[in-house]
């Protein structure tokens, strides 16, 4: 089941002569505001963002999963599925695989078939926070930080297989995220426990090709309730120090405490030229894993004001969503994720940095916060369409994707209780 150029402008034909209305009005007011439209397209043409292999069947919580219909089975159909959500808003164009979750038999196979969807592998990330089945050492209580060597050693290993599946699909980075710590105190040796992971880290950094990047996930709890190994950007920052200048940090926006200013980690990090990688999603309590900009839209805002002003010396972020489905349609929950970050990017684009800057130098503090709401206040999504459109995407791809029935043919194809891999 896919979407073609053809379907996708007959469905936008019904839409098109508002559109074209609503976008220059819009333009002609920004262009007043001494605001580069063209510019602003562009750039949002440009943005690509990885859909993760393991959010395209439903998520569940420790309580139950209630199963969505049609939910691919394989790593070909979740290919298939992120390559619907990239034909209707040319901006899903990667994946991202969890390894062992969606190891490919045949990756030669399985990067053909991404490609023939325009897609190509962003992060690869690793496991070791579940035990498999084949495996000779758990990872009850940890894995690269792990008091026993053999438990380390192999968790080191996996890592390095997920590199080398990496390497043969045309990724160019490994993201590790560690579930290591502990629920109760006195079960860990903080400092022994952090400086195995270190060593640990550093042995997986050395393995990775000269043109790779590694991530540091850093979480501050859950599954561990008292410790996390890597629990903060400071821990995470550390690590990548010592890994080398090929190690970065990544920031999940649910892995902070409540009310954490995360947009002002994300502008020490670029500073610091450490900025490697993004998981969006939205959270009001904890990883809630919820729909990107359902939550806290302004916070979003105010972290792409941070991004938007990126200094050469950090390069681009990866980016991707990271979020769980437990009620809606994945692939709905992924479309409006995606305009939500696209949202986010755009308004962050329309600031005028310079007045801001000038105002924060006059200590105008009223001034800088109107500079801001106006760019935030502003409705702006016929921006969104109009670069959706050139780009061949559909004007509003919720739309077409109820229109195009395509959950329902899913489920004709593959029926009610499919399960996909995952959490
Ligand atoms: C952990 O909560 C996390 O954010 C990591 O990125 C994992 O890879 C992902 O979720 C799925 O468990
Ligand atoms: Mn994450």
Redesign the pocket.
Known sequence: MSINKDQIQDLNRSGESQHQQQFEFLQEQLEIQGINTESVISKLQALQVAI?S?ALGAGGTRFGRFSYGGEPATLEEKINDVGIIHSLTRSAGAISL?IPWDTPEDPEVIRKLAAVHGLTFDAM?S?T?QDQQSQNHSYKYGSLCHTNDLCRQQAIEHNKQVIDIGVSLGSKSL?V?L?DGSCFPGQLNFRKALERTMNSLKEIYHYMPADWKLFI?Y?PY?PNFYSTVIQDWGTSHLLANECGENAFC?V?L??HLPNTNIEQIVATLLWKGKLGGF?F?DSKYG?D?LTVGSIKPYQLFLIFNELVNRPDHNPSPAWMI?ASHNLKDPLEDLLQSLEAIRLAYAQALLVDQQALEQARISNDVTLAQEILHRSYRADIRPLLSEARLRSGGALYPLDAYRKAAVREKLIERRGLNTVAT??
Do not use: I, S
């Open positions: 993760p393991w969890h990330n496991n926070f993201t995220w579930a996930e979480k859950e990544l999940d649910g892995h998981h999603n990883d894993d990271d995952g959490l």
